[in-house]
């Protein structure tokens, strides 16, 4: 196993959500790599068994924690169960959320809406009150998130999808006022153009068009600013977000950033008087 600094996370309990694949695992991996005890999360048992059985046969430490972190029964076990197991969080990374939820405005509907609240921002409340609980009696603790640059520009088709990261960016702000007296910090990370969804090379080469640095990133590209966040280099850092997105966000934006071209928006006989 590859030790990129001294261990600079051992024996510290981290909690990875939506860690199956893509950026959750890549960070849970690296977390693992630098000697911390790793709480796999995911929906998805078999993906979390995966990136368990990868770890662990690295010599890393790793437990498989199944849950539906939008569940509050759900997160309440998976916490007592890794207190049981590991020990208490040190560091919760909420990075679980849906990511295929394009819908035109115009063909939306309450059910679309309720799940993507639910999944991508309902959860972020539940794991962080219950991993702040614990972590205010210690006096220290860290939880990071995942956004998006949905949350301050917008992506045409993901209205839902926005208004979630756009309130994870509020509620990161927010908690991280009121947990800084305990010794708790909160921030984020923005993820750019990552590819971790199977895109044919078609579609990638489009899309990197509009990236700065003139690649799409890999899952692999969030590991280090989300382990700085973690880490005691961070010490003064709270309610701050580091977007790692190849420089797409500083730009003036064209259209073809947008995944969901005008070309797809409904036909709307303009029929009325």
């Not at 368990?52 to 498989?64: E, F, P, Q, R």
């Not at 909420?94 to 309720?114: P, V, Y």
Request: glycine share 10%.
């Amino acid at each position: 196993m590859t030790h990129h600094t001294a261990l600079r996370f051992g024996n510290r309990v981290i909690l990875v959500t939506g860690a199956g694949g893509g950026i959750g695992r890549a960070v849970a991996e690296r977390f693992a790599a630098e000697g911390a005890k790793v709480a796999v999360n995911d929906i998805k048992t078999e993906m979390v068994d995966d990136v368990v059985s990868g770890i662990t046969s690295s010599g890393g430490v790793a437990l498989a924690v199944p849950a539906d972190v939008s569940d509050a029964a759900q997160v309440e076990a998976m916490f007592a169960r890794i207190e049981a197991a590991l020990g208490y969080v040190d560091v919760l990374y909420n990075n679980a959320g849906l990511i295929d939820t394009a819908r035109h405005f115009l063909e939306a509907d309450e059910a679309w809406w309720d799940r993507i609240q639910r999944v991508n921002l309902k959860s972020v409340f539940l794991c962080s009150h219950r991993a702040a609980s614990v972590m205010a009696r210690r006096r220290a603790g860290v939880i990071i998130s995942t956004s998006s640059g949905g949350a301050t520009r917008a992506h045409r088709g993901n209205v839902a999808y926005d208004a979630t990261k756009g309130g994870i960016e509020a509620m990161t702000r927010s908690m991280a006022l009121d947990l800084a007296p305990y010794g708790i910090r909160v921030n984020g990370v923005v993820p750019g153009f990552i590819n971790t969804y199977g895109l044919t090379e078609e579609q990638l080469r489009e899309r990197e068009r509009a990236v700065p640095l003139g690649r799409y990133g890999v899952a692999t590209d969030m590991v280090g600013a989300a382990l700085f966040l973690a880490s005691d280099d961070a010490a003064y850092i709270t309610g701050q977000f580091i977007a790692v997105d190849g420089g797409v966000l500083v730009q003036q934006r064209s259209a073809n950033v947008d995944t969901f071209p005008v070309e797809g928006f409904p036909v709307i006989p303009a029929d009325l008087t």
